[in-house]
């Protein structure tokens, strides 16, 4: 099964930046659709951005468009998202997931988890964003 192991969480003032990856193994990912989701203490998880096999579109919350940017280096079995202007309401776990089953986590204009049981889920890095 695939697995994705997320780094790149830190601690960080409002204003700064930061930038997550996301490597899968043991096979590669570059037909899948992946993306980021997180989830803050006493919230429900949100979908924050996906991008679609071949980088051929994106999606984007509300909450981060213009800041925040999603990749994929399929050479590198990688996803990546920097993060900019980062604010408070940034804060929570960040995971990141690929699509093994299905084609709905990017095709409706929103970013939708998936969740058939051989989709893949990293353990999530936490991001903070405080003075």
């Known amino acids: 099964q695939l697995q994705l192991v997320e780094s790149g969480g830190d601690l960080v003032q409002p204003g700064g930046s930061l930038r997550l990856s996301c490597v899968a193994s043991p096979f590669p990912m570059d037909i899948y659709a992946v993306g980021w989701f997180r989830q803050a203490p006493g919230k429900e998880r949100e979908g924050v951005s996906c991008?679609?096999?071949?980088?051929?579109?994106?999606v984007y919350a509300d909450s981060v468009k213009g800041r925040f940017t999603i990749s994929r280096d399929d050479a590198k079995n990688t996803i990546y998202l920097q993060m900019n202007t980062l604010k408070p309401e940034d804060t929570g776990t960040y995971y990141c997931a690929a699509e093994v089953v299905g084609s709905s986590m990017c095709t409706y204009g929103a970013v939708l988890p998936p969740n058939n049981p051989l989709d893949a889920w990293g353990q999530g890095t936490q991001v903070t964003v405080a003075s």
């Open positions: 991008i679609t096999p071949r980088s051929l579109g994106t």
